[in-house]
Nanobody, 118 residues
Framework: QVQLVESGGGLVQAGTSVRLSCQAS????????MAWFRQAPGKDRTFVAF????????NYADSVKGRFTISRKNAENTVYLQMNRLKPDDTAVYYC???????????WGQGTQLTVSS
């Protein structure tokens, strides 16, 4: 079965950088677009970033554009989210997902908590 396992979250200070990783298994990773979503406390889950199967097409939410970068290593079945100049508003549980259809997905990871202190 498809499994997505996120890692890299934690407690960081505003202005710093963090890289999240998502290790995929149970699928032909290089055939799938991938995305990151996040859910802040008391809010709905929202889209953060998208990358197509080959990595040459990406898209970002306006709130993270210019600060976050999504990338992938197909040989390692891994997608990354490099997050720079973090803000307290970036505090959320971050999920990777695949099998995408609009803002929904067939497969989700368990999420990794990122807390940004001011």
């Amino acid at each position: 079965q498809v499994q997505l396992v996120e890692s890299g979250g934690g407690l960081v200070q505003a202005g710093t950088s963090v890289r999240l990783s998502c290790q995929a298994s149970g699928l032909t990773f290089s055939s799938y677009a991938m995305a990151w979503f996040r859910q802040a406390p008391g809010k709905d889950r929202t889209f953060v970033a998208f990358i197509n199967w080959s990595g040459d097409n990406t898209n970002y939410a306006d709130s993270v554009k210019g600060r976050f970068t999504i990338s992938r290593k197909n040989a390692e079945n891994t997608v990354y989210l490099q997050m720079n100049r973090l803000k307290p508003d970036d505090t959320a549980v971050y999920y990777c997902a695949t099998g995408l259809s609009g803002t929904s997905a067939d497969y989700w990871g368990q999420g990794t908590q990122l807390t940004v202190s001011s």
